[in-house]
């Protein structure tokens, strides 16, 4: 596996997030219309807000 980036390979940890049922509808939305799966969406959306 490879950070958001896809440059450096790297350890891989995983982690639990709990969120509304909503929230998880509108995730899963977003990664089929872009065609991703759903935690690279999230990785991508920290690896964006962690930047800034």
Do not use: C, W
């Not at 969120?19 to 990785?43: C, F, I, N, T, W």
Request: aromatic share 4%.
């Amino acid at each position: 596996m490879t950070t958001p980036d896809n440059s450096t390979p790297e350890r891989i940890v995983r982690f639990t997030v709990d969120m509304p049922e909503s929230l998880h509808e509108q995730l899963s939305q977003k990664a089929d219309h872009y065609g991703k799966k759903k935690a690279m969406v999230v990785r991508l959306a920290i690896a964006q807000t962690l930047k800034d």
